[in-house]
Nanobody, 124 residues
Framework: QVQLVESGGGLAQAGDSLRLSCAAS????????MGWFRQAPGKEREFAAA????????YYADFVKGRFTISRDSAKNTVYLQMNSLKPEDTAVYYC?????????????????WGQGTQVTVSS
């Protein structure tokens, strides 16, 4: 089993920055990749970014390219999402996820483990 705990969400104004953290514990040695998804009220959960645990290759949704950066600290089993130039449309609950399977990292069904989510609210 893997446990994921997110932190770092909160209130921000348009143009501000926030950094989300996701600490993983348990059987983290089986990780292939970790990702960040988000879900706004009344909308489907959507992919934001992902990172392969070995090698650190990153992937981004088009709507966050150039604004968000995903990174990991292998020693701490932690993945981060640095969010810059925040917009009101970035308001959502952000979820961290982990997978041990190889596949399309933007596909939410690929992920085996999910955190509880952290709220990000951006005002204009």
């Amino acid at each position: 089993q893997v446990q994921l705990v997110e932190s770092g969400g909160g209130l921000a104004q348009a143009g501000d920055s926030l950094r989300l953290s996701c600490a993983a514990s348990g059987r983290t040695s089986s990780h292939y990749a970790m990702g960040w998804f988000r879900q706004a009220p009344g909308k489907e959960r959507e992919f934001a970014a992902a990172i392969k645990w070995s090698g650190g290759t990153t992937y981004y949704a088009d709507f966050v390219k150039g604004r968000f950066t995903i990174s990991r600290d292998s020693a701490k089993n932690t993945v981060y999402l640095q969010m810059n130039s925040l917009k009101p449309e970035d308001t959502a609950v952000y979820y961290c996820a982990a997978t041990s399977r190889v596949g399309a990292l933007s596909w939410k069904l690929l992920y085996d483990y999910w955190g509880q989510g952290t709220q990000v609210t951006v005002s204009s």
